[in-house]
């Protein structure tokens, strides 16, 4: 199993381009996640999916969109980059969205907005 | 909302010896609490999770203490090895209605075990 994968791993972007960051897991969890993870603020939720065909705001969604493609696919859009949004991004599953599960992590992507 | 404090950004401790990491937390009591660790360049990886009326758990050489009223978690890592070298986050879930949880991460502590 490859566990939680997300593409690509590195991206550069000037600001006001476009793009979205792709999540796959093929462990069959229904809930995944999207962090970003910048120095000094510890990782913070963007958006999470609790099941195929439902999507709710974390803690810092504004300037991104998700999509639940499928039970496995989660993705991110970035409509308009901003430099504020160079961070590095994370995706992870559960197998619900329920406390006592814990979340697999992807390796992330490490996103730049000059 | 929930704010957490992991009692410091680095701790450096002589291997062989007990580490202890701690994360404090403010408001209302989580219901779960998590331990992560966290390698350079990588993801997360859950190590241990503990419930509100658990005092303790433990796992290998790795042991969690919940303290509701301090509103106070330790992270212990016995007999440490530099393979054990890493950051370590605590991540709080609590109930927010709705069956509904928010989670909510520390900045994590970077661990260092010196041979």
């Known amino acids: 199993n490859a566990g939680v994968t997300q593409t690509p791993k590195f991206q550069v972007l000037k600001t006001g381009q476009s793009m979205t960051l792709q999540c796959a897991q093929d462990?069959?969890?229904?809930?995944m996640y999207w962090y970003r993870q910048d120095p000094g603020m510890g990782l913070r939720l963007i958006y999470y999916s609790a099941s195929e065909g439902t999507t709710d705001k974390g803690e810092v969604p504004n300037g991104y969109n998700v999509s639940r493609l499928n039970k496995r696919e989660f993705s991110l859009r970035l409509e308009s980059a901003a430099p504020s949004q160079t961070s590095v991004y994370f995706c992870a599953s559960s197998e619900a969205l329920l406390p006592t599960y814990e979340q697999y992590f992807g390796p992330g992507t490490r996103l730049t907005v000059t | 909302s929930q704010k957490i404090e992991q009692n410091s950004e680095a701790l450096n401790i002589q291997e062989g010896k007990t580490a202890t990491l701690t994360c404090n937390y403010t408001n209302y009591s989580p219901a779960y609490l998590q331990w992560y660790r966290q390698d350079p360049g990588r993801g997360p990886v859950f190590l241990l999770l503990?419930?509100?009326?658990?005092k303790e758990k433990r796992k290998e050489r790795l042991k969690v203490t919940f303290d509701t009223t301090l509103k106070q978690s330790l992270f212990h890592i016995t007999a440490s090895q530099p393979a054990d070298s890493a950051t370590y986050l605590c991540a709080l879930l609590t109930y927010s209605g709705a069956g509904s949880y928010q989670l909510t991460f520390g900045k994590g502590t970077k661990l260092s075990v010196i041979p």
């Open positions: 503990i419930r509100e009326n658990e």
């Open positions: 462990m069959n969890h229904n809930s």
